[in-house]
Protein backbone atom coordinates (compact mmCIF):
# COMPACT_ATOMS: atom_id res chain seq x y z
CA UNK A 1 0.00 0.00 0.00
CA UNK A 2 1.31 3.78 -0.83
CA UNK A 3 0.45 6.30 1.51
CA UNK A 4 0.11 9.91 1.18
CA UNK A 5 -1.01 12.40 3.86
CA UNK A 6 -1.38 15.84 1.99
CA UNK A 7 -4.24 19.24 2.02
CA UNK A 8 -7.63 18.19 1.53
CA UNK A 9 -8.40 19.49 -2.43
CA UNK A 10 -11.60 21.01 -3.56
CA UNK A 11 -12.45 17.65 -5.14
CA UNK A 12 -12.16 15.38 -1.77
CA UNK A 13 -15.64 17.31 -0.05
CA UNK A 14 -17.50 14.11 -1.10
CA UNK A 15 -15.19 11.79 -0.25
CA UNK A 16 -14.10 13.01 3.29
CA UNK A 17 -17.86 13.39 3.58
CA UNK A 18 -17.95 9.52 3.13
CA UNK A 19 -14.97 8.77 5.37
CA UNK A 20 -16.37 10.14 8.01
CA UNK A 21 -19.97 8.52 7.91
CA UNK A 22 -18.37 5.18 7.72
CA UNK A 23 -15.68 5.97 10.38
CA UNK A 24 -18.67 6.65 13.08
CA UNK A 25 -21.42 5.07 11.29
CA UNK A 26 -21.62 2.95 14.55
CA UNK A 27 -23.16 6.27 16.04
CA UNK A 28 -25.99 5.87 13.19
CA UNK A 29 -26.59 6.43 9.80
CA UNK A 30 -26.33 9.88 9.69
CA UNK A 31 -23.14 10.56 12.49
CA UNK A 32 -22.79 14.29 13.74
CA UNK A 33 -19.24 14.25 12.26
CA UNK A 34 -20.51 14.70 8.68
CA UNK A 35 -22.79 17.80 8.72
CA UNK A 36 -19.92 18.96 11.55
CA UNK A 37 -17.40 19.03 8.74
CA UNK A 38 -19.73 20.86 6.63
CA UNK A 39 -20.37 23.45 9.18
CA UNK A 40 -16.76 23.54 9.73
CA UNK A 41 -15.66 24.28 6.34
CA UNK A 42 -17.85 27.50 5.97
CA UNK A 43 -17.19 28.71 9.56
CA UNK A 44 -14.62 31.94 9.93
CA UNK A 45 -12.40 29.35 12.19
CA UNK A 46 -11.29 26.94 8.57
CA UNK A 47 -8.01 26.85 8.38
CA UNK A 48 -7.63 25.02 4.74
CA UNK A 49 -3.81 23.92 5.51
CA UNK A 50 -4.80 21.90 8.41
CA UNK A 51 -7.68 20.04 6.62
CA UNK A 52 -5.48 17.29 5.75
CA UNK A 53 -6.18 13.71 3.95
CA UNK A 54 -4.74 10.35 3.87
CA UNK A 55 -4.74 8.17 0.50
CA UNK A 56 -3.90 4.63 0.25
CA UNK A 57 -2.98 3.59 -3.25
CA UNK A 58 -5.12 6.66 -4.16
CA UNK A 59 -8.07 6.16 -2.83
CA UNK A 60 -9.43 8.90 -0.05
CA UNK A 61 -9.28 6.85 3.19
CA UNK A 62 -8.73 9.06 6.08
CA UNK A 63 -9.43 12.75 7.41
CA UNK A 64 -8.61 15.26 9.90
CA UNK A 65 -9.10 18.55 10.78
CA UNK A 66 -7.99 21.28 13.15
CA UNK A 67 -10.01 24.65 13.05
CA UNK A 68 -9.37 28.00 14.96
CA UNK A 69 -10.04 27.53 18.73
CA UNK A 70 -8.80 29.90 21.60
CA UNK A 71 -7.67 29.82 25.16
CA UNK A 72 -8.65 32.79 26.82
CA UNK A 73 -8.74 35.00 23.37
CA UNK A 74 -4.85 33.46 22.80
CA UNK A 75 -5.15 31.62 19.63
CA UNK A 76 -5.34 27.80 19.73
CA UNK A 77 -5.67 24.70 17.49
CA UNK A 78 -9.01 22.18 18.13
CA UNK A 79 -8.94 19.01 16.40
CA UNK A 80 -11.05 17.20 14.88
CA UNK A 81 -12.99 15.07 13.82
CA UNK A 82 -10.49 12.40 12.66
CA UNK A 83 -11.64 9.50 10.63
CA UNK A 84 -10.31 6.65 9.04
CA UNK A 85 -12.25 3.93 6.80
CA UNK A 86 -13.46 0.69 8.94
CA UNK A 87 -11.36 -1.13 6.49
CA UNK A 88 -8.01 1.01 6.40
CA UNK A 89 -8.15 1.15 10.51
CA UNK A 90 -5.32 -0.96 12.34
CA UNK A 91 -2.45 0.32 10.15
CA UNK A 92 -1.27 3.61 10.67
CA UNK A 93 -3.47 5.62 8.89
CA UNK A 94 -4.77 7.82 11.85
CA UNK A 95 -1.48 7.98 13.56
CA UNK A 96 0.17 9.03 10.11
CA UNK A 97 -2.81 12.15 10.05
CA UNK A 98 -2.24 13.26 13.76
CA UNK A 99 1.45 13.70 13.22
CA UNK A 100 0.97 14.81 10.06
CA UNK A 101 -1.65 17.69 11.55
CA UNK A 102 0.90 17.96 14.39
CA UNK A 103 4.03 18.90 12.23
CA UNK A 104 1.81 21.36 10.45
CA UNK A 105 0.89 23.16 13.45
CA UNK A 106 4.17 23.34 14.80
CA UNK A 107 5.45 25.01 11.36
CA UNK A 108 3.06 27.06 11.82
CA UNK A 109 3.98 28.41 15.38
CA UNK A 110 0.96 27.50 16.39
CA UNK A 111 1.18 26.82 20.83
CA UNK A 112 -1.32 24.65 21.75
CA UNK A 113 -3.88 21.89 20.18
CA UNK A 114 -6.91 20.59 22.07
CA UNK A 115 -8.88 18.06 21.38
CA UNK A 116 -11.95 15.93 22.76
CA UNK A 117 -11.02 11.87 22.60
CA UNK A 118 -9.88 9.11 23.59
CA UNK A 119 -6.77 9.62 26.07
CA UNK A 120 -5.57 5.75 24.95
CA UNK A 121 -4.99 6.70 21.61
CA UNK A 122 -4.16 10.33 21.83
CA UNK A 123 -1.67 9.66 24.42
CA UNK A 124 1.38 8.69 22.41
CA UNK A 125 1.06 12.00 20.51
CA UNK A 126 1.70 13.89 24.15
CA UNK A 127 -1.72 14.99 24.85
CA UNK A 128 -2.36 15.38 28.23
CA UNK A 129 -5.64 15.94 30.74
CA UNK A 130 -6.36 19.99 29.59
CA UNK A 131 -6.65 20.55 33.62
CA UNK A 132 -2.61 19.56 34.02
CA UNK A 133 -2.05 22.08 31.79
CA UNK A 134 -4.59 24.79 33.39
CA UNK A 135 -7.17 24.87 30.56
CA UNK A 136 -10.63 24.33 30.95
CA UNK A 137 -13.03 23.05 28.74
CA UNK A 138 -16.22 25.25 27.76
CA UNK A 139 -18.12 21.87 29.05
CA UNK A 140 -16.41 20.19 32.36
CA UNK A 141 -18.45 17.23 31.78
CA UNK A 142 -16.01 16.20 29.12
CA UNK A 143 -13.20 15.56 31.68
CA UNK A 144 -10.30 14.02 31.09
CA UNK A 145 -11.68 13.22 27.31
CA UNK A 146 -10.19 16.86 26.82
CA UNK A 147 -6.85 17.22 25.96
CA UNK A 148 -4.37 19.17 24.71
CA UNK A 149 -0.48 19.43 23.32
CA UNK A 150 0.86 22.43 24.42
CA UNK A 151 3.85 22.90 21.32
CA UNK A 152 5.73 25.51 22.80
CA UNK A 153 7.42 26.92 26.14
CA UNK A 154 4.83 29.43 26.12
CA UNK A 155 1.32 28.03 26.14
CA UNK A 156 -1.54 29.87 27.01
CA UNK A 157 -3.76 28.81 29.95
CA UNK A 158 -7.52 29.58 30.71
CA UNK A 159 -10.45 28.27 29.07
CA UNK A 160 -10.67 26.74 25.97
CA UNK A 161 -13.18 27.78 23.11
CA UNK A 162 -13.31 25.68 19.75
CA UNK A 163 -14.68 26.82 16.25
CA UNK A 164 -18.52 28.16 16.78
CA UNK A 165 -20.07 24.68 15.21
CA UNK A 166 -18.08 22.54 17.87
CA UNK A 167 -18.24 24.68 20.32
CA UNK A 168 -22.23 24.42 19.61
CA UNK A 169 -22.95 20.59 19.52
C1 LIG B 1 -9.49 6.41 15.93
C2 LIG B 1 -9.00 6.20 14.49
C3 LIG B 1 -8.96 7.51 13.75
C4 LIG B 1 -7.59 5.61 14.57
O1 LIG B 1 -7.12 5.43 13.24
P1 LIG B 1 -6.32 4.12 12.83
O2 LIG B 1 -5.77 4.32 11.48
O3 LIG B 1 -7.19 2.93 13.06
O4 LIG B 1 -5.18 4.15 13.95
P2 LIG B 1 -3.68 3.60 13.84
O5 LIG B 1 -3.66 2.38 12.99
O6 LIG B 1 -2.78 4.70 13.48
O7 LIG B 1 -3.42 3.27 15.35
C5 LIG B 1 -4.00 2.13 15.88
C6 LIG B 1 -3.83 2.18 17.38
O8 LIG B 1 -4.82 3.10 17.90
C7 LIG B 1 -5.60 2.42 18.85
N1 LIG B 1 -6.95 2.93 18.81
C8 LIG B 1 -7.72 3.10 17.73
N2 LIG B 1 -8.92 3.58 18.11
C9 LIG B 1 -8.87 3.72 19.45
C10 LIG B 1 -9.81 4.17 20.42
N3 LIG B 1 -11.04 4.58 20.10
N4 LIG B 1 -9.42 4.17 21.71
C11 LIG B 1 -8.17 3.75 22.07
N5 LIG B 1 -7.25 3.33 21.20
C12 LIG B 1 -7.61 3.31 19.90
C13 LIG B 1 -5.52 0.95 18.44
O9 LIG B 1 -5.81 0.11 19.53
C14 LIG B 1 -4.08 0.84 18.01
O10 LIG B 1 -3.26 0.74 19.13
P3 LIG B 1 -1.82 0.02 19.07
O11 LIG B 1 -0.98 0.82 18.11
O12 LIG B 1 -1.32 0.11 20.48
O13 LIG B 1 -2.08 -1.37 18.59
C15 LIG B 1 -9.90 5.20 13.72
O14 LIG B 1 -9.93 3.98 14.41
C16 LIG B 1 -11.32 5.69 13.50
O15 LIG B 1 -11.61 6.34 12.50
N6 LIG B 1 -12.23 5.35 14.44
C17 LIG B 1 -13.63 5.74 14.30
C18 LIG B 1 -13.81 7.23 14.46
C19 LIG B 1 -13.21 7.73 15.75
O16 LIG B 1 -13.44 7.17 16.82
N7 LIG B 1 -12.44 8.82 15.62
C20 LIG B 1 -11.73 9.40 16.74
C21 LIG B 1 -12.62 10.25 17.54
S1 LIG B 1 -11.78 10.70 19.03
Known amino acids: MTLQIRREGPGDVASVRAVHRAAFARQGADPIEVALV ?73 TLVGLLGEPAFYGRFGFVAATELGIRAAHPEWGRYFQVLALTGSAPSGTFRYAGPIESL
Open 38 to 110: DALRVDAGWMPHFSLVAAADGQLVGHVVATRASVDGVPALGVGPLGVLPAFQGRGLGTALMYALIGAALARDE
